[in-house]
């Protein structure tokens, strides 16, 4: 739908055969959310996932193997809250596979999906970093 935006729990897609292909979704993380569960399946060695946010600087997510299914938890912190996250999935520039599925889940602590949107409410997340002097 032009200009629209359309949310889903659980993201099923199939990888880029495009090795200089970047692939993004959005979640939204409420106030009340202060941890999220990252889960994949089936990554295949097939890149690697980035989560960026006003806190979170491309941290690496662990992906899964072949037909196995991963979960890794990131704390959320008080500059995260009601804001969006920006999940990258980035394609293995060495190894060219094709045709690949994969499956993508975020949850909260309580284990409930957070949506994702196609476009991210307040625009992209930009890191905001925190310097410290002694």
Same mark, same amino acid.
């Given at each position: ?5 359309? &949310? $889903? *729990? ?15 979704? *959005?979640? &939204?993380?409420?106030?009340? @959310? ?5 889960? =994949? ?10 989560? #960026?946010?006003?806190?979170? =600087? ?15 938890? &990131? ?6 809250? =009601? @804001? @969006?996250?920006?999940?990258? #999935?980035?394609? =293995?520039? $060495? ?21 994702? *949107? ?17």
């Amino acid at each position: 739908m032009r200009g629209g935006n359309f &949310f $889903t *729990y659980k993201y099923h897609f199939r990888f880029s055969d495009n090795q200089k292909h970047v692939s993004q979704i *959005y979640p &939204f993380v409420d106030d009340k @959310t202060i941890s999220i569960e990252v889960s =994949n399946f089936d990554w295949d060695n097939d890149g690697i996932i980035r989560i #960026f946010s006003v806190a979170k =600087n491309g941290i690496l997510c662990d992906v899964s193997g072949e037909d196995k299914w991963i979960i890794r938890k &990131f704390p959320i912190v008080e500059e995260e809250k =009601n @804001t @969006t996250i920006e999940i990258q #999935f980035i394609k =293995n520039k $060495t190894v060219q596979i094709r045709n690949n599925n994969v499956v993508v889940a975020v949850r909260n602590q309580y284990g409930i999906s957070l949506p994702f *949107y196609v476009v991210p409410i307040g625009g992209v997340p930009v890191y905001s970093p925190k310097i410290r002097m002694k």
